[in-house]
């Protein structure tokens, strides 16, 4: 792991880590300052680690735990340790890097996606939505089941006005609407529920759905997913 340390000070850059407040709003204690796409050359370079994944998210620092995200093995990782990194998360990067490139790929994902959404910090209930979120892209192999069953966390969850909560929650009701042609239907319902609400959030939860949901290019996708499902049966 120190050898990977040093490499990542080595990269480290005071320009980017400086813009990475008023930039991208990464807000965090310890970095070094790397771009995404070092840091993807890089995991590229090592290839997937869990042991060392481990190692380097209890590092602490900003850039080691990007980097664990990206060489974690989805198979090996376990709940606890999805646990115990979601209460770490402290910014919206490593949150949704975790979800997107590491958590979304474990079998324990779905149960994560209800067991986080009830959680109360900011970053940890939006861990749930960014995992739900990256499950409708990447699961290629669940039906329609298992994201109607997220629903009503999503409607649960609509109210909450804390920035990356909600826009966690927009996110994955815009996911779920792009696989297939009854989600979409099923999202657009309950993003009208949220439209036209009397609750300030719920009505920008549900703006923000119908904008992105009812262009052609989604519903396009959504077709083409049951189309393909159609053919593979």
């Known amino acids: 792991m120190k050898a990977v340390l040093a490499e990542l000070q080595r990269l480290g850059s005071a320009k980017v880590c400086a813009e990475m407040g008023p930039r991208f709003g990464i807000v965090v204690d310890r970095a070094y300052g790397i771009t995404m796409a070092q840091m993807r050359e890089l995991a590229?370079?090592?290839?997937?680690d869990q042991e060392l994944s481990i190692t380097l998210w209890?590092?602490?620092?900003?850039d080691a735990r990007m980097l664990a995200c990206l060489i974690g093995e989805p198979a090996k990782i376990t709940a606890a340790q999805m646990d115990a990194w979601c209460e770490d998360f402290d910014n919206w990067a490593t949150c949704?890097?975790?979800?997107?490139?590491?958590?979304?790929?474990?079998?324990?994902?779905?149960?994560?996606?209800?067991?986080?959404?009830g959680h109360k910090p900011e970053f940890e209930k939006r861990a749930a939505?960014?995992?739900?979120?990256?499950?409708?892209?990447?699961?290629?192999?669940?039906?329609?089941?298992?994201?109607l069953a997220t629903l009503?966390?999503?409607?649960a969850a609509a109210n909450d006005?804390?920035?990356?909560?909600?826009?966690?929650?927009?996110?994955?009701l815009r996911g779920i609407g792009g696989r297939s042609v009854a989600l979409r239907e099923a999202a657009i319902n309950l993003a009208g529920e949220l439209a036209a609400s009397d609750d300030t959030t719920e009505r920008w939860v549900g703006k923000d759905v119908l904008r992105d949901i009812q262009?052609?290019?989604?519903?396009?996708?959504a077709e083409k997913r049951?189309?393909?499902?159609?053919?593979?049966?």
């Open 215 to 221: 262009r052609p290019l989604i519903a396009r996708r």
């Open 161 to 172: 006005p804390r920035n990356f909560v909600k826009k966690g929650v927009s996110w994955a």
């Open 129 to 147: 939505f960014a995992l739900l979120a990256s499950l409708a892209l990447h699961d290629k192999q669940s039906g329609d089941a298992p994201f």
């Open 58 to 62: 209890d590092a602490g620092v900003y």
């Open 96 to 117: 949704d890097t975790a979800c997107f490139a590491l958590f979304d790929r474990s079998p324990h994902a779905f149960d994560k996606v209800k067991q986080w959404a």
């Open 152 to 155: 009503p966390l999503v409607r």
């Open 44 to 48: 590229k370079t090592i290839g997937r």
């Open 226 to 233: 049951d189309a393909t499902r159609t053919k593979r049966k």
